[in-house]
T-cell receptor, first 110, second 113 residues
Framework: QQQVKQSPQSLIVQKGGISIINCAYE??????FPWYQQFPGKGPALLIA?????SEKKEGRFTISFNKSAKQFSLHIMDSQPGDSATYFC?????????FGKGTMLLVSP | KAGVTQTPRYLIKTRGQQVTLSCSPI?????VSWYQQTPGQGLQFLFE???????NKGNFPGRFSGRQFSNSRSEMNVSTLELGDSALYLC????????????FGQGTRLTVV
């Protein structure tokens, strides 16, 4: 049973554009929602995270939007740059266990 | 502050052998979690240790085990290796687990031949 569904699987965005990745979850016990960025050959790096009592969090070019009633959250990357090309994972924490989405491969074309 | 350190970075083992992977968490972090990453299944939770006690365990066979030492360093062991165990094994550390920030190491790439 996939508890966190992530879409799209892959995404191509022009430099300077907005990248949007969406996730949906089922378990209402989840209490923390981080996003990770992973480059080939590297471990996932924590990008930004949100707790369910907040509807939006912004850090630099990265914004998480959170809709508790719909059980959905999304990552927006503003002014996308070629250096942002990586795989992005959403995750949800429940009882000290992170459940990950399947990942989105983002390619930002110059 | 040093990050999460995993050793070794790469391993090649033969079916039936056993392997031990090591993880040194960020200084001061007491929670260590292990994940398996494969192209087909993505990132899957193996287990979490806090203060030398296993708090949570994922849906993996008993061939996968782990432990944590008093200095918070952790090891995971896989016995009777199968071809399907080939994966990137990732360790994440956090101050107390739960809904706190978790930081990953670079992983150990295990290849079973």
């Amino acid at each position: 049973q996939q508890q966190v569904k992530q879409s799209p699987q892959s995404l191509i965005v022009q430099k300077g554009g907005i990248s949007i990745i969406n996730c949906a979850y089922e378990n209402t016990a989840f209490d923390y929602f981080p996003w990770y960025q992973q480059f080939p050959g590297k471990g996932p790096a924590l990008l930004i995270a949100i707790r369910p009592d907040v509807s939006e969090k912004k850090e630099g070019r990265f914004t998480i939007s959170f809709n508790k009633s719909a059980k959905q959250f999304s990552l927006h990357i503003m002014d996308s740059q070629p250096g942002d090309s990586a795989t992005y994972f959403c995750a949800a924490n429940g009882y000290s266990t992170l459940t990950f989405g399947k990942g989105t491969m983002l390619l930002v074309s110059p | 502050k040093a990050g999460v350190t995993q050793t070794p970075r790469y391993l090649i083992k033969t079916r039936g052998q056993q392997v031990t992977l090591s993880c040194s968490p960020i200084s001061g972090h007491r929670s260590v979690s292990w994940y398996q990453q494969t192209p087909g299944q993505g990132l899957q939770f193996l287990f979490e240790y806090f203060s030398e006690t296993q708090r949570n365990k994922g849906n993996f066979p008993g061939r996968f085990s782990g432990r944590q030492f008093s200095n918070s360093r952790s090891e995971m062991n896989v016995s009777t290796l199968e071809l399907g165990d080939s994966a990137l094994y990732l360790c994440a550390s956090s101050s107390s687990g739960g809904n706190t920030e978790a930081f990953f190491g670079q992983g150990t790439r295990l290849t079973v031949v």
